[in-house]
């Protein structure tokens, strides 16, 4: 198992090797129907907003995460590599989306202060909380951090292809997550991801601790899929 790890991480890194094993669960995230709806054309405007509404919740928790992810990496690692730079413009994003949110759900008569977490959102936000403890690796959190964000952005790129149908009021939410800037962003969570998966598999190889941060990213990466696989569901309404 670690020998594989680390012979896999030459073609291309831990991530990748995890994203090949777990493909189906992986495309089940980012080729949702309610995407591939948005992507067409079809989408239902009820579960736009439904999604509007309780996405604005996710992401008010995801920021509290994402402090979290930061206070790991100026603790754990020796910042050499800029870590903290990286996480801290992901949360400058997210300051900005928050304020996008708010303009969006008055564009579209969502009452933001109305709209209560439903049971898919309720269990994404305590998956992230219990993520948050100062007890789970660094390794860990910052691989969940890239899923997260990768999820989203995978899913709106897709609708900004050329010939898709995606409606002209719903390109500037793809735009949101599919454009190129965060999609570097996203590239380079991946790379400190790998990096530190990397050195877990090192560690192991070398009679170090390691296995139990492997795994646990590895289930901890399924997880995130099978929460945003719930989250997409719930707003189509199916759950
Ligand atoms: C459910 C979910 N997953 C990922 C993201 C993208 N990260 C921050 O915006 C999001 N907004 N919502």
């Known amino acids: 198992m670690e020998g594989k790890a680390k ?16 493909r189906l669960i992986y495309i089940g995230a980012t080729r949702h129907p309610f ?35 930061l206070v790991k990496a100026w603790k754990e690692s020796d910042d050499s590599k800029g870590d903290t730079e990286v996480i801290l413009g992901g949360m400058a994003g997210l300051h900005d ?14 009452e933001l202060s109305e709209t209560v977490p ?4 309720q269990v994404y936000c305590r998956f992230l909380e219990s993520l948050m403890s100062p007890e789970v690796d660094y390794t860990v959190a910052i691989t969940v951090f890239w899923a997260i ?11 900004l292809e050329p010939d898709t149908n995606t409606p002209p009021e719903l390109q500037e939410v793809c735009q949101r997550w599919g454009n190129d800037g ?13 990096r530190l998966l990397e050195k877990a598999s090192d560690d192991l190889i070398m009679g170090k601790a390691g296995d139990d941060v492997l ?3 590895e289930v901890e ?3 995130v899929l099978e929460h945003e696989v719930e989250f997409w569901n719930m707003s189509r309404g199916t759950a």
Request: hydrophobic share 40%; net charge positive; charged share 25%.
């Open 215 to 217: 795994k646990k990213a």
């Open 97 to 110: 989306e928050i304020a996008w949110f708010k303009k969006e759900a008055s564009k579209w008569g969502v």
């Open 118 to 121: 439903q049971k898919a959102n």
């Open 221 to 223: 990466l399924i997880r």
């Open 7 to 22: 012979e896999e991480a030459g073609k291309g890194g831990v991530i990748d090797t995890w994203l090949r094993k777990h």
């Open 35 to 69: 995407i591939l709806a948005i992507r067409d054309g079809t989408v239902n405007y009820s579960s736009f907003k439904k999604w509007l509404g309780q996405d604005y919740i996710f992401v008010r928790e995801f920021v509290a995460f994402a402090a979290s992810v």
């Open 149 to 159: 964000e990768a999820v989203y952005q995978e899913s709106f790129a897709h609708c």
């Open 182 to 194: 965060f999609g570097q962003y996203c590239h380079s969570l991946k790379k400190i991801a790998n």
